[in-house]
């Protein structure tokens, strides 16, 4: 096709790498001929970085090089330039001490990235849990016309006829061993029909719930979040997204015109209705930082409480993604939100038309999937927010996938120092535990573990279990797989590694919870609290050099999203200074 650079209204930001014929232009232009690409791609039509979170160490992305091909293709077709940039792919899976650590670090790389390399907008290919929330991040930093695609979730899968939702039942398998209700050689057969296809959790896990984020955001085009990984739309959707950024660049459309403070409102309700993961609370919060809006945990509190779960997929409910494509995904979702009046209906997305625009006139196919507002999983969904002298700054619960009879109760404190001294104990049937007392965690914060790990959901002692008890009450600084499910009280702030109250609860104390009242409290005095705090020493290990010493010594509360301190705001896509 013949491209006319007179068809864009302004200079792209790339022509300060290629346009001309000095030496530095040469300089960069003739390299990239070493490709076989010829002249007239360096004629001014946009580039586009496809940012690429492919890894055969992330196995939830392992089809993206294949995926990035259709991007590819779309851009092409729209006269775009596309350039593959393979960036920081942090495995939920593999890493350790665990990926959210890398979160940060993986949305500074791609910042950089974007920010210092000849591209004029991106395509932020993505899957793995901290995969989207990271390359959001560094798109809201640099504030370059992006577009989100994820990879997909993966099929169903079936184990002796039952749905087996990945996550989910690794969790409620391995508590069946443990209560001596499945055996050792029933779990590994049953490990082969967890992942079964290409893609992302089949659950309404982070990687799903983040998929939905990024669409009810509108950082995405309207039915990308549950499209399999497996199914030709998928393709297609990747093919249209291609296309779509090279007019999105043409008219700046750009991250801070998209991600407006309604547009994480309506995000927050739709995690709500979806039965999302509580990491939702920790990603959005940053990725609110780097744009520059003010979200807080109260808005999250605020728009999530009266916000019903109508989405019955496991963890909380019934179904998998696969369902939940067919039913309609979360456009109809959307819809569900925007008739009662609980979307922000003007809001823009990339499509470059408003929200509402998108789904109005979509159609819901299954109502036990996507149930009616009037006939919920659960009444409140939301993530409610907790606070009280164990968490000045806040704690969170997702109450569609905790016991109600546990919503309220008052037990006694069984405490483990670190994640290390649980699982020394957890199984001596000789610890001092039953099911009315309340299980706490701590030293697993940001700073504690370091990096925040999803360790919050423990596992029950095998005494409890052999009860046929399978929940009780939670507590820690932690956080929780988006797959797991239980009355569990997360992201407790401060941590107890920052010298939170959490760090100076004993064993035998008292511990009240009531969710309805949004309360959480150690029950002692305030002046017994003040002199534990003040006696208080920290016990965590401190590292001393490398990326987790800037880590430690960075990271701020979960309540504000666990950003490191010296990346929140956004900076921009200003072009450097050619040194050639």
Same mark, same amino acid.
């Given at each position: 096709?013949?491209?006319?650079?007179?068809?864009?209204?302004?200079?792209?930001?790339?022509?300060?790498?290629?346009?001309?014929?000095?030496?530095?232009?040469?300089?960069?232009?003739?390299? *990239?001929? !070493?490709?076989? +690409?010829?002249?007239?791609?360096?004629?001014?039509?946009?580039?586009? /970085?496809?940012?690429?979170? #492919?890894?055969?160490?992330?196995?939830?992305?392992?089809?993206?090089?294949?995926?990035?091909?259709?991007?590819?293709?779309?851009?092409?077709?729209?006269?775009?330039?596309?350039?593959?940039?393979?960036?920081?792919?942090?495995?939920?899976?593999?890493?350790?001490?665990?990926?959210?650590?890398?979160?940060?670090?993986?949305?500074?790389?791609?910042?950089?990235?974007?920010?210092?390399?000849?591209?004029?907008?991106?395509?932020?290919?993505? /899957?793995?849990?901290?995969?989207?929330?990271?390359?959001?991040?560094?798109?809201?930093? @640099?504030?370059?016309?992006?577009?989100?695609?994820?990879?997909?979730? *993966?099929? !169903?899968?079936?184990?002796?006829?039952?749905?087996?939702?990945?996550?989910?039942?690794?969790?409620?398998?391995?508590?069946?061993?443990? =209560?001596?209700?499945?055996?050792?050689?029933?779990?590994?057969? =049953?490990?082969?029909?967890?992942?079964?296809?290409?893609?992302?959790?089949?659950?309404?896990?982070?990687?799903?719930?983040?998929?939905?984020? $990024?669409?009810?955001?509108?950082?995405?085009?309207?039915?990308?979040?549950?499209?399999?990984?497996?199914?030709?739309?998928?393709?297609? *959707?990747?093919?249209?997204?291609?296309?779509?950024?090279?007019?999105?660049?043409?008219?700046?459309?750009?991250?801070?015109?998209?991600?407006?403070?309604?547009?994480?409102?309506?995000?927050?309700? @739709?995690?709500?209705?979806?039965?999302?993961?509580?990491? =939702?609370?920790?990603?959005?919060?940053?990725?609110?930082?780097?744009? /520059?809006?003010?979200?807080?945990?109260?808005?999250?509190?605020?728009?999530?409480?009266?916000?019903?779960?109508?989405?019955?997929?496991?963890?909380?409910?019934?179904?998998? *993604?696969?369902?939940?494509?067919?039913?309609?995904?979360?456009?109809?979702?959307?819809?569900?939100?925007?008739?009662?009046?609980?979307?922000?209906?003007?809001?823009?997305?990339?499509?470059?038309?408003?929200?509402?625009?998108?789904?109005?006139?979509?159609? !819901? #196919?299954?109502?036990?999937?996507?149930?009616?507002?009037?006939?919920?999983?659960?009444?409140?969904?939301?993530?409610?927010?907790?606070?009280?002298?164990?968490?000045?700054?806040?704690?969170?619960?997702?109450? %569609? =996938?905790?016991?109600?009879?546990?919503?309220?109760?008052?037990?006694?404190?069984?405490?483990?120092?670190?994640?290390?001294?649980?699982? $020394?104990?957890? !199984?001596?049937?000789?610890?001092?535990?039953?099911?009315?007392?309340?299980?706490?965690?701590?030293?697993?914060?940001?700073?504690?573990?370091?990096?925040?790990?999803?360790?919050?959901?423990?596992?029950?002692?095998?005494?409890?279990?052999? &009860?046929?008890?399978?929940?009780?009450?939670?507590?820690?600084?932690?956080?929780?797989?988006?797959?797991?499910?239980?009355?569990?009280?997360?992201?407790?702030?401060?941590?107890?590694?920052?010298?939170?109250?959490?760090?100076?609860?004993?064993?035998?104390?008292?511990?009240?919870?009531?969710?309805?009242?949004?309360?959480?409290?150690?029950?002692?005095?305030?002046?017994?609290?003040?002199?534990?705090?003040?006696? #208080?020493?920290?016990? +965590?290990?401190?590292?001393? %050099?490398?990326?987790?010493?800037? +880590?430690?010594?960075?990271?701020?509360?979960?309540?504000?999203?666990?950003?490191?301190?010296?990346?929140?705001?956004?900076?921009?896509?200003?072009?450097? &200074?050619?040194?050639?």
């Amino acid at each position: 096709m013949t491209f006319s650079p007179a068809k864009w209204p302004r200079r792209l930001r790339s022509q300060e790498w290629y346009e001309g014929n000095s030496r530095d232009t040469i300089y960069h232009r003739g390299w *990239m001929k !070493n490709q076989g +690409h010829p002249h007239d791609l360096f004629d001014g039509r946009p580039i586009i /970085g496809i940012m690429n979170t #492919w890894s055969d160490l992330t196995p939830c992305n392992g089809h993206l090089r294949e995926l990035a091909e259709k991007v590819k293709a779309g851009i092409w077709e729209a006269g775009g330039f596309p350039v593959e940039v393979p960036v920081f792919s942090a495995s939920e899976n593999t890493f350790r001490p665990t990926a959210m650590m890398y979160r940060n670090l993986a949305a500074l790389a791609t910042e950089e990235q974007m920010r210092g390399q000849p591209i004029d907008g991106a395509v932020l290919l993505v /899957g793995c849990d901290k995969t989207t929330p990271s390359l959001l991040m560094a798109a809201a930093s @640099t504030d370059l016309p992006s577009i989100v695609v994820t990879g997909g979730p *993966m099929l !169903n899968g079936y184990f002796r006829g039952e749905r087996v939702g990945s996550g989910t039942h690794l969790w409620k398998f391995s508590e069946a061993v443990k =209560a001596g209700e499945m055996t050792q050689e029933e779990f590994l057969e =049953a490990e082969n029909s967890m992942s079964r296809s290409t893609g992302t959790c089949n659950t309404m896990g982070t990687a799903s719930t983040m998929a939905s984020m $990024a669409e009810a955001l509108g950082m995405a085009l309207s039915g990308n979040a549950a499209i399999p990984a497996v199914d030709s739309r998928r393709r297609v *959707m990747a093919q249209l997204s291609g296309r779509r950024i090279v007019q999105m660049v043409k008219d700046d459309l750009k991250p801070s015109d998209v991600m407006t403070k309604d547009a994480f409102e309506n995000a927050i309700r @739709t995690n709500g209705a979806i039965g999302g993961s509580t990491n =939702a609370v920790i990603h959005l919060l940053a990725i609110a930082g780097r744009v /520059g809006v003010d979200l807080t945990l109260d808005d999250w509190d605020r728009c999530g409480r009266d916000v019903a779960t109508i989405v019955n997929l496991m963890p909380s409910g019934e179904y998998l *993604m696969e369902e939940f494509f067919y039913a309609g995904g979360l456009p109809v979702v959307l819809k569900r939100l925007g008739e009662a009046g609980q979307l922000h209906k003007d809001a823009l997305t990339v499509a470059g038309s408003t929200i509402w625009d998108e789904v109005q006139d979509v159609r !819901n #196919w299954n109502e036990d999937v996507i149930r009616p507002v009037d006939k919920p999983l659960t009444d409140q969904g939301g993530i409610a927010v907790l606070r009280g002298n164990l968490a000045p700054d806040g704690a969170v619960l997702k109450p %569609s =996938a905790a016991s109600q009879h546990l919503l309220k109760h008052r037990g006694r404190a069984v405490v483990f120092e670190d994640i290390d001294d649980y699982k $020394a104990r957890i !199984n001596d049937d000789a610890l001092d535990i039953d099911e009315t007392c309340v299980m706490v965690l701590k030293n697993c914060g940001p700073k504690g573990y370091p990096g925040m790990a999803e360790v919050g959901n423990m596992g029950l002692p095998p005494k409890v279990l052999k &009860k046929g008890i399978t929940d009780m009450v939670r507590i820690s600084d932690a956080r929780m797989s988006g797959t797991a499910y239980g009355t569990v009280i997360l992201h407790t702030s401060p941590e107890a590694a920052a010298g939170g109250p959490l760090a100076v609860v004993r064993s035998g104390d008292m511990i009240e919870v009531d969710v309805e009242a949004r309360r959480i409290h150690l029950d002692i005095s305030e002046a017994d609290l003040s002199t534990r705090l003040e006696a #208080w020493t920290p016990n +965590h290990e401190q590292r001393e %050099s490398g990326y987790e010493w800037l +880590h430690q010594t960075h990271v701020m509360g979960a309540d504000t999203g666990a950003d490191l301190d010296f990346l929140k705001g956004c900076r921009g896509s200003p072009v450097g &200074k050619d040194s050639h």
